[in-house]
């Protein structure tokens, strides 16, 4: 073994501890301020001012994680594509019958863990979608399968769409459901299914997604279970920025009543292969938005640098503008492929760690969430 190699420095968030309550005496700008504060024409419109926005935000990421950006060696399984719901902004799902339609067996499903433990996975992000007739136990039944097979991986499973599926179809509350979950092996919850939170968007993109407060819910009684979840915002579909800040408002106010968001993952829209007919939202708004995220959401302590849905570039740069966590390898994500993402399907870890040194910054391999 090389001794001059450096290894990696590896973290374990310790995700018993709540984050303590931001005080009003700390909180970077008034909520009855931060809407007119972010409209205005001067930050949206000119460049000097996105640099300053920039700047605030990384002091604001500087003073809690100094140099550090984090990342995960892990992969992705989506079960199934089959879908009852249809929603216009996604290219994912498909219906029975169609051509693209699929249902992983669960065989195939242990195939590709068992390949991510090869290349030293530690966390899985298990998300699929409503498919019309899997009950419930299916689900279950992977969730507790791949924890007997693979103890050692994190299982970050189902949205909050499909926990509010399995509680319909069982007649059970969301209480249950994730407790049961919960006692199989379920760690954590994605933070999909958020979109935009405004209910006139949300008809025009997701009319037939649970609202807002569904979602809020599915994750509120998570957190007061003692299960970490990530929450998200899908932007660049024809929403405004009021709409984007309204979004964060309410998952600052959750936060504060919980405590139980880790991290805060701004999704960028791809519409190919989508109904949603849009440009594809620039690069200077996207880092715009990145910043407003790290300074309206104080009290969530991570925000990520998705590469998949920015591209290695734009991530690295976002590491600049309040972005902490660069993700992680993400073998084989699927669904922001299919609506057009660029990005690679998957990132090595030497490859991030690449990535993550030529944004100036040093990378921490965590090992959960």
């Known amino acids: 073994?090389?001794?001059?190699?450096?290894?990696?420095?590896?973290v374990r968030l310790d995700v018993s501890t709540k984050i303590v309550k931001v005080s009003a005496a700390v909180e970077l700008v008034p909520k009855t301020t931060m809407c007119r504060y972010y409209d205005t024409d001067s930050l949206l419109n000119s460049g000097s001012s996105l640099h300053e926005l920039g700047?605030?935000?990384d002091a604001e990421r500087r003073k809690r994680h100094g140099n550090k950006a984090y990342y995960v060696v892990n992969a992705h399984i989506?079960?199934?594509?089959?879908?009852?719901i249809g929603c216009p902004?996604?290219?994912?799902?498909?219906?029975?019958?169609d051509k693209r339609a699929y249902v992983l067996e669960i065989d195939e499903i242990l195939r590709k863990a068992q390949r991510a433990v090869e290349f030293g996975a530690t966390q899985l992000h298990l998300v699929s979608s409503v498919h019309p007739e899997k009950p419930y136990a299916w689900y279950r039944d992977i969730t507790q399968t791949l924890h007997q097979t693979?103890?050692?991986?994190?299982?970050?499973?189902?949205s909050a769409v499909e926990i509010d599926a399995f509680a319909q179809s069982t007649g059970r509350d969301y209480g249950f459901i994730l407790s049961?979950?919960?006692?199989?092996?379920?760690?954590?919850?994605?933070?999909?299914?958020?979109?935009?939170?405004?209910?006139?968007?949300?008809q025009k993109i997701a009319p037939d997604k649970i609202p807002a407060e569904l979602w809020l819910d599915v994750h509120r009684t998570a957190h007061k279970l003692g299960i970490p979840t990530n929450a998200t915002m899908l932007f660049g579909h024809g929403e405004t920025p009021q709409h984007r800040i309204e979004h964060l408002l309410k998952l600052r106010e959750l936060q504060d009543e919980t405590g139980g968001f880790d991290c805060f993952v701004p999704l960028v829209f791809h519409p190919k292969n989508t109904q949603i007919d849009v440009v594809l939202i620039s690069p200077q708004e996207i880092l715009r938005t990145i910043a407003i995220c790290r300074l309206v959401l104080d009290?969530?302590?991570?925000?990520?640098?998705?590469?998949?849905?920015?591209?290695?570039?734009?991530?690295?740069?976002?590491?600049?503008?309040?972005a902490d966590d660069f993700d992680g390898t993400v073998f084989e994500e699927r669904i922001h492929h299919e609506a057009g993402s660029l990005a690679p399907s998957g990132l090595s870890e030497a490859r991030?760690?690449?990535?993550i040194l030529g944004a100036g910054r040093e990378p921490v391999l965590r090992v959960s969430l």
Request: with cysteine; proline share 6%.
């Open 78 to 84: 989506n079960p199934t594509n089959v879908c009852r």
């Open 299 to 322: 009290n969530i302590e991570h925000i990520k640098a998705y590469w998949v849905t920015l591209d290695e570039s734009l991530a690295q740069i976002a590491l600049s503008y309040g």
């Open 55 to 57: 700047k605030r935000a």
């Open 150 to 158: 693979f103890p050692q991986l994190w299982l970050k499973a189902w």
């Open 352 to 355: 991030l760690r690449e990535l």
């Open 89 to 97: 902004l996604c290219a994912f799902a498909a219906k029975s019958g």
């Open 1 to 10: 073994m090389d001794t001059n190699v450096q290894q990696p420095v590896v």
């Open 180 to 202: 049961d979950l919960q006692s199989v092996g379920l760690a954590s919850l994605p933070g999909g299914g958020a979109e935009i939170f405004d209910p006139t968007i949300r």
